[in-house]
């Protein structure tokens, strides 16, 4: 079992920047490709970015490429999401997942562990 909990979410402004840090026990994280998604209310979660296990492949949702940075840092079992550049439909639940293997993925189905999620909420 792994377990993530993500943290950094808040209120900010439009334009602002946020970054989440999601800190993940149980497993030898770098076994792990990591990934972070959204859900804002009344849609369905959505992926956001993802990266492998060494963080040497990394893609994004084309809603957010430029404006986040996905990272990681395997000596703090630590992936983050920095946002830049924030937009009021960037207001959402964002969750950080691990999936069981090294290699990135960018559907929510093929994740096996998610965190509890963090609000991010944009303010216009």
């Known amino acids: 079992q792994v377990q993530l909990v993500e943290s950094g979410g808040g209120l900010v402004q439009a334009g602002g920047s946020q970054r989440l840090s999601c800190v993940a026990s149980?497993?030898?994280?770098?076994?792990?490709?990591m990934g972070w998604f959204r859900q804002a209310p009344g849609k369905e979660r959505e992926f956001v970015a993802t990266?492998?296990?060494?963080?040497?492949?990394?893609y994004y949702a084309d809603t957010v490429k430029g404006r986040f940075t996905i990272s990681r840092d395997n000596a703090k079992n630590t992936v983050y999401l920095q946002m830049n550049s924030l937009k009021p439909e960037d207001t959402a639940v964002y969750y950080c997942?691990?999936?069981?293997?090294?290699?990135?993925?960018?559907?929510?189905?093929?994740?096996?562990?998610w965190g509890q999620g963090t609000q991010v909420t944009v303010s216009s």
């Open positions: 997942a691990a999936r069981n293997s090294g290699s990135y993925y960018a559907d929510r189905y093929g994740y096996d562990y």
């Open positions: 149980g497993r030898t994280f770098s076994n792990y490709a």
């Open positions: 990266i492998s296990w060494n963080g040497g492949r990394i």
